[in-house]
């Protein structure tokens, strides 16, 4: 199926977001313990850990070599799941602990740096961003191109990687400083919404992605065809049980004070 790629640039960076977000845990964890939950740091680690793991294990030369399953598991991975777990990970005060203040202060005093952010996380913008980039790469040409160039398949990757990070701050709102929980539930419902045309075309298209169409040998004796209705019921299932339930555990949230004030009989 593969064999696991041990690329050192991935592991160096997994390696230095782990010591920045350890230290920055400890620092906060000794003067409010309250504020920096173990499960906090066990969300980031694992975040972390899913990054890594999609592009150094099998599933990457799998993806790549034999089945568009796998590769759009890569990607829901990068783009969605190791995201969701990184943003959990840095809620409420470990959003500013995190990185160094030797570092944090020049950053948030580069005006070019805050203007950029400050339109990015506008939530139109950040679901715009995000939409160009899936379906961007799902242009055939974009999507065999980044497999034939390891260069453009490593941009690829980190623009999913960016995307899904911009999305889910929406949704998490790390910082408690952005949206109510109705707005952020409504937000994960329209990226919801913007990402079921993609699998709904992948459904009900022939395959699409030549570099696929020809590969004779898939696991499983998938045709192409049914392989890539695979990799579209795949998002549509992952991304369902990820933003519906983010949804809807929002909508509870922020009905729960109301609930909480009503009469009871």
């Known amino acids: 199926m593969g064999t696991w790629t041990l690329d050192p640039v991935p592991l160096a960076l997994a390696a230095a977001a782990l010591m920045l977000y350890a230290h920055g845990f400890r620092r906060l964890r000794r003067r409010r313990p309250d504020l920096a939950p ?15 793991l999609a592009v150094i294990s099998p599933l990457d030369q799998l993806g790549e070599q034999r089945l568009l399953t796998a590769h759009m598991a890569q990607h829901l991975l990068l783009g969605d799941i190791a995201p969701l777990l990184l943003m959990v990970g840095v809620r409420g005060p470990l959003a500013f602990f995190a990185m160094p203040a030797s570092l ?70 790390p910082t408690r400083r952005h949206l109510g929980p109705g707005r952020r539930a409504v937000f994960a419902a329209g990226v919801l919404l913007a990402g079921m045309p993609l699998a709904e075309v992948l459904i009900a298209s022939g395959p699409l992605y030549p570099h696929y169409a020809a590969i ?50």
């Open 104 to 173: 944090l202060g020049p950053l948030a005093r580069f005006q070019p740096l805050r203007k950029a952010l400050a339109f990015v996380l506008r939530p139109w913008v950040s679901i715009g961003l995000w939409a160009t980039v899936v379906y961007a790469w799902h242009v055939p040409a974009a999507y065999d191109g980044a497999i034939a160039h390891p260069l453009l398949h490593d941009s690829e990757h980190a623009l999913f990687f960016l995307a899904g990070c911009l999305v889910w701050f929406q949704i998490i709102d």
């Open 38 to 52: 173990r499960r906090s740091a066990a969300a980031f680690a694992a975040g972390v850990a899913v990054a890594v």
């Open 216 to 265: 004779v040998d898939r696991p499983f004796g998938w045709s192409a065809g049914y392989d890539q209705m695979h990799a579209a019921l795949l998002m549509m299932g992952e991304q369902t049980a990820t933003l519906l339930t983010a949804a809807g555990l929002l909508l509870w949230q922020g009905f729960e004070p109301v609930a909480a004030e009503s009469p009871t009989t």
